[in-house]
């Protein structure tokens, strides 16, 4: 629908997955975008689909339908996406590459020069600063409107200046 705009829920906590229903059984576009997150419990590997943007929906609407967005329990917010081309064109390399099944996760925005602490492994609590990446590069794929970012894993060989 040509005259359709993008909008942002920001859902109440844990409500993603509900009104992506509610979307469904009122005929309303949305877009969830999930990754798969295993568990394991009592030696069994449970899979979960977890929300990549936790506490957002993608909505894909008709600007008079906001108010019953709004309407719904499951909507703390709407917020209206005023540069549609570069949201749906940041949202769709998103789904490409969660659609192509790569390990896509949610990032904080980490640049060079900036001071980190490591996380896991055996480095876990080392401090310093990112300088330079060799070997493979963490690509962001943002989604500056919400100030979002997730990363993929990609070979340096892989990439070229846009």
């Keep these: 629908m040509p005259n359709n705009l993008w909008y942002v829920a920001h859902t109440r906590p844990r409500q993603e997955k ?13 877009t969830l975008p999930c990754y798969n997150c295993v568990h394991k419990y009592r030696g069994k590997s449970v899979t979960f689909r977890k929300p990549l943007f936790p506490g957002y929906v993608f909505l894909h609407l008709a600007p008079e339908l906001k108010g019953a967005i709004r309407q719904s329990d499951h909507v703390a917010n709407l917020l209206e996406v005023y540069d549609q081309e570069t949201f749906h064109r940041q949202l769709t390399d998103i789904l490409h590459a969660l659609e192509l099944e790569l390990e896509v996760r949610l990032a904080p925005a980490i640049g060079q020069g900036m ?13 310093g600063w990112v300088e330079q990446r060799q070997g493979y590069s963490i690509v962001l794929l943002r989604l500056d409107f919400i100030s979002q970012a997730a990363s993929v894993k990609v070979d340096a060989d892989l990439l070229e200046l846009s």
């Design 115 to 127: 001071r980190v602490r490591i996380k896991g492994g055996p480095l876990r609590g080392v401090e």
């Design 18 to 30: 509900k009104l992506v229903e509610h979307c469904q059984r009122n005929g309303f576009a949305s």
